[in-house]
Nanobody, 123 residues
Framework: QVQLVESGGGLVQAGDSLRLTCAAS????????MGWFRQAPGTAREFVAA????????NYADSVKGRFTISRDNAKSTVYLQMNSLKPEDTAVYYC????????????????WGQGTQVTVSS
């Protein structure tokens, strides 16, 4: 059974930092791209970042480039999203995802999704 469990969300002020963690288990070996999407109320899910198995390939949404950093620890089956200089528009539920495609941005390429963790950034 595949499980993606997110943690680390919370309420912060604009300019603060947060680190999200996703613990993965049960993933088929071909699902080696891990990533993050987010969804704000009344909007579609939005790609945030993705990372390949080796970490050599990364992909970021333009809206988070330079502020967010994705990383992974394969020994711990964990992926991280370091979020710096947070803005109120970053407020959303953040989902951990897994795909067999390499660092793609399309939500339809991600077969496994976590339950999400809420990030709220106040102004």
């Amino acid at each position: 059974q595949v499980q993606l469990v997110e943690s680390g969300g919370g309420l912060v002020q604009a300019g603060d930092s947060l680190r999200l963690t996703c613990a993965a288990s049960g993933l088929p070996y071909t699902y080696d791209t891990m990533g993050w999407f987010r969804q704000a109320p009344g909007t579609a899910r939005e790609f945030v970042a993705a990372i390949s198995w080796s970490g050599g390939s990364k992909n970021y949404a333009d809206s988070v480039k330079g502020r967010f950093t994705i990383s992974r620890d394969n020994a711990k089956s964990t992926v991280y999203l370091q979020m710096n200089s947070l803005k109120p528009e970053d407020t959303a539920v953040y989902y951990c995802v897994a795909s067999s495609w390499t660092v793609v941005a399309g939500a339809d390429r991600y077969n496994y999704w976590g339950q999400g963790t809420q990030v709220t950034v106040s102004s």
